[in-house]
C-alpha cells in the first residue's frame, strides 16, 4: 500500500501549506515565541489522513483558526475504496444499508425459523393427533373445526397442551443433521449433489438420506409420542426424554410396550419411503419455483430500472418463498402416507391421547395393524377415503400462518430500506 500523506506534511515543519524547500538536514531559523501571533503559526492541525474527520476526497483540514471552506480545496482527488464506501458523509448511508441488508436478512431467515418451528408447533399437535384418533367422527379437514378444538383444548388443559413436544422437534432435527454430517464424512456418499449430476451420484445421494431416516426413527417415534400424548395423565418429563425413549426403543428398554408394538424392522420401509419422497418432491418444487422467481426477476430488470429496494427483496425472498412453496406441496401430497406412518408408528405405545372430537376426554390407542398395507386397507374400508386426511385444516393454517409471516416481513423489511435510502 502506498502511503497517504498530504504534500504540506514533513514530520516536523507542518503548517497545513507546502513542504520548505530545504533539504533534509539543513539549519533552521531560531524563532521566538514572544507573541501570540507567532504562536498561532505554530499551532498545527494533524495531517489529512483520508476517510478521517468526515472529510470528502480531496479535501484538507484547514489551519488552526481558519474556518473550514464549504467546498473542497482544488487539486487532484484522491480515489475512493473499491465499493463506493469511502469515509466522508457518502459513506455513512452505505455501511448503514449494509448493516441493515444484513439484520434484516438474518431477521427474515429467523423468523421463517420461528413460524415454521414454534408458531406452527400447536397445528403439527393437533395435526398428529387427528391422524392417529381412528375413533374420531370429526376429521376436521377445514381450518374452521379445528380452531374450536384448539380453543377447547386451551380452555381445559392450558397453552401447554399446543405446545407439547416442542423440543423433541428440535431434538430429532438435531439427530437428523448431525446422523447425515457423520455418515457422509466416514462414508462415499455425498451430502450434496453438484451441477453435473449422474443417475449414480443420486442413488448415492438418496442411499445416505435413508441411512439418515433410519437413524433418526426411534427418536422421531419418540417424539411422535411426545406431542398426541394427552396432558391430563402426562408426567413432567425432562428435554432428553426423547433421546432417552428412542435409545430405549432400540435395545428393547424403557417404558414396557403392548404385543401390538410394531418392531423397527417393520418400521423402515415406511419411513425411508415418506422421507425420501419428501425430500424429493420438495427439492424438485424448490427448483422450479426458483427457476421462475429468478427469470421473473431477470426480466424485470431488463423492463426497466430496479429500484435498489427491490434489488433487496430480489436476493433475499425468491429463496424464502420456493421453500415455502416446496414444504406446502410435500405435506399436501405425502399427507396420506404421514397419516398412516403416524399409526404404525403409535401402535402398541400405550399412547392415551385426546378426544378430537369433544376437546375435554381422552382415548386409548389399540389398533392393531400387521403393516403397512393392512393400515392402508383398514382406513380405507373403516373410514373411508377421507381418512387419510384427518386433521388436514390444521395444515391450512399452519401454511396461511407462515405466509402472513413472510407478508409481514416483506412489508417492515421495504419499508426500513426505503427509509434508509
Same mark, same amino acid.
Given at each position: =500500500?502506498?502511503?497517504?500523506?498530504?504534500?504540506g506534511?514533513?514530520?516536523?515543519? @507542518? #503548517?497545513?501549506?507546502?513542504?520548505?524547500?530545504?533539504?533534509?538536514?539543513?539549519?533552521?531559523?531560531a524563532?521566538?515565541f514572544?507573541?501570540?501571533?507567532?504562536l498561532?503559526?505554530?499551532?498545527?492541525?494533524?495531517?489529512?489522513?483520508?476517510g478521517?474527520?468526515?472529510?470528502?476526497?480531496?479535501?484538507?483540514?484547514?489551519?488552526?483558526?481558519?474556518?473550514?471552506?464549504? %467546498?473542497?480545496? *482544488?487539486?487532484?482527488? *484522491?480515489?475512493?475504496?473499491p465499493?463506493?464506501?469511502?469515509?466522508g458523509?457518502?459513506?455513512?448511508?452505505g455501511?448503514?444499508?449494509?448493516?441493515?441488508?444484513?439484520?434484516?436478512g438474518?431477521?427474515?431467515?429467523?423468523?421463517s425459523?420461528? %413460524?415454521e418451528n414454534?408458531?406452527?408447533?400447536?397445528?403439527?399437535?393437533l395435526?398428529?393427533?387427528c391422524?392417529?384418533?381412528?375413533?374420531a367422527?370429526? +376429521?376436521?379437514?377445514t381450518?374452521? %373445526?379445528?380452531?374450536?378444538?384448539m +380453543?377447547?383444548?386451551?380452555?381445559?388443559?392450558?397453552?401447554?397442551?399446543l405446545?407439547?413436544? =416442542?423440543?423433541?422437534?428440535?431434538?430429532?432435527q438435531?439427530?437428523t443433521?448431525?446422523?447425515?454430517?457423520?455418515?457422509? *464424512?466416514?462414508t462415499?456418499?455425498? !451430502?450434496?449433489?453438484?451441477?453435473?449430476?449422474?443417475?449414480k451420484?443420486?442413488?448415492?445421494?438418496?442411499?445416505?438420506?435413508?441411512?439418515?431416516? =433410519?437413524?433418526? =426413527?426411534?427418536?422421531?417415534?419418540a417424539s411422535?409420542?411426545?406431542?398426541?400424548?394427552?396432558?391430563?395423565?402426562?408426567d413432567?418429563?425432562? $428435554?432428553?426424554?426423547?433421546?432417552?425413549?428412542?435409545?430405549?426403543?432400540?435395545?428393547?428398554?424403557?417404558?414396557?410396550?403392548?404385543?401390538r408394538?410394531?418392531?423397527?424392522?417393520?418400521?423402515?420401509?415406511?419411513?425411508?419411503?415418506?422421507?425420501?419422497?419428501?425430500?424429493?418432491?420438495?427439492?424438485?418444487i424448490?427448483?422450479?419455483?426458483?427457476?421462475?422467481?429468478?427469470?421473473?426477476t431477470?426480466?424485470?430488470?431488463?423492463?426497466?430500472?430496479?429500484r435498489?429496494?427491490?434489488s433487496m427483496?430480489d436476493?433475499?425472498f425468491?429463496e424464502?418463498?420456493?421453500n415455502?412453496?416446496?414444504?406446502?406441496?410435500?405435506?399436501?401430497?405425502?399427507?396420506?402416507? *404421514?397419516?398412516?406412518?403416524h399409526r404404525?408408528?403409535i401402535?402398541?405405545? #400405550?399412547?392415551?391421547?385426546?378426544?378430537?372430537?369433544l376437546?375435554?376426554?381422552?382415548?386409548p390407542i389399540?389398533t392393531? @395393524?400387521?403393516?403397512? !398395507?393392512?393400515c392402508i386397507?383398514?382406513?380405507?374400508?373403516?373410514?373411508?377415503m377421507l381418512?387419510?386426511?384427518?386433521?388436514?385444516?390444521?395444515? $391450512?393454517?399452519q @401454511?396461511?400462518?407462515?405466509?402472513?409471516?413472510?407478508?409481514? %416481513?416483506?412489508?417492515?423489511?421495504?419499508?426500513l430500506?426505503?427509509?434508509?435510502?
Amino acid at each position: =500500500m502506498h502511503p497517504r500523506r498530504p504534500d504540506g506534511f514533513d514530520g516536523l515543519g @507542518y #503548517r497545513g501549506g507546502a513542504r520548505d524547500e530545504q533539504g533534509f538536514g539543513g539549519a533552521f531559523p531560531a524563532r521566538s515565541f514572544s507573541s501570540a501571533s507567532d504562536l498561532s503559526h505554530w499551532v498545527t492541525t494533524p495531517p489529512d489522513i483520508p476517510g478521517s474527520r468526515n472529510l470528502h476526497w480531496g479535501e484538507k483540514s484547514p489551519p488552526y483558526g481558519v474556518p473550514g471552506p464549504s %467546498t473542497p480545496l *482544488e487539486g487532484p482527488a *484522491e480515489e475512493p475504496f473499491p465499493g463506493g464506501s469511502g469515509g466522508g458523509g457518502g459513506g455513512v448511508p452505505g455501511q448503514s444499508t449494509e448493516q441493515l441488508n444484513r439484520f434484516a436478512g438474518f431477521g427474515i431467515g429467523l423468523a421463517s425459523l420461528f %413460524t415454521e418451528n414454534v408458531l406452527a408447533h400447536p397445528c403439527i399437535v393437533l395435526r398428529r393427533q387427528c391422524q392417529v384418533n381412528y375413533h374420531a367422527r370429526h +376429521y376436521h379437514l377445514t381450518p374452521f %373445526t379445528v380452531i374450536n378444538i384448539m +380453543y377447547s383444548f386451551n380452555k381445559t388443559q392450558g397453552p401447554r397442551a399446543l405446545w407439547k413436544g =416442542m423440543g423433541s422437534t428440535f431434538i430429532v432435527q438435531g439427530v437428523t443433521l448431525g446422523a447425515e454430517g457423520i455418515i457422509s *464424512e466416514f462414508t462415499p456418499l455425498p !451430502r450434496e449433489i453438484s451441477h453435473k449430476w449422474n443417475p449414480k451420484q443420486i442413488g448415492e445421494h438418496l442411499l445416505l438420506k435413508s441411512l439418515t431416516y =433410519m437413524v433418526a =426413527m426411534p427418536f422421531y417415534s419418540a417424539s411422535l409420542i411426545e406431542t398426541v400424548q394427552s396432558e391430563i395423565i402426562r408426567d413432567n418429563t425432562g $428435554i432428553l426424554e426423547c433421546v432417552k425413549e428412542g435409545i430405549g426403543r432400540v435395545i428393547g428398554l424403557g417404558v414396557p410396550h403392548s404385543k401390538r408394538l410394531l418392531p423397527l424392522l417393520s418400521l423402515i420401509f415406511p419411513t425411508v419411503l415418506h422421507g425420501v419422497l419428501h425430500y424429493v418432491i420438495s427439492s424438485i418444487i424448490q427448483k422450479f419455483v426458483l427457476l421462475i422467481l429468478k427469470r421473473k426477476t431477470y426480466s424485470s430488470h431488463l423492463a426497466e430500472s430496479t429500484r435498489p429496494v427491490q434489488s433487496m427483496l430480489d436476493a433475499y425472498f425468491p429463496e424464502l418463498i420456493a421453500n415455502f412453496a416446496a414444504s406446502l406441496c410435500s405435506d399436501v401430497i405425502l399427507y396420506p402416507l *404421514e397419516t398412516v406412518l403416524h399409526r404404525l408408528h403409535i401402535q402398541g405405545t #400405550r399412547t392415551i391421547i385426546d378426544n378430537t372430537d369433544l376437546g375435554y376426554e381422552v382415548l386409548p390407542i389399540n389398533t392393531q @395393524y400387521e403393516g403397512m !398395507r393392512d393400515c392402508i386397507n383398514t382406513i380405507k374400508q373403516e373410514e373411508g377415503m377421507l381418512g387419510f386426511y384427518k386433521g388436514f385444516g390444521a395444515v $391450512i393454517i399452519q @401454511y396461511t400462518l407462515h405466509a402472513a409471516v413472510l407478508q409481514i %416481513t416483506k412489508i417492515i423489511y421495504s419499508t426500513l430500506l426505503q427509509n434508509s435510502v
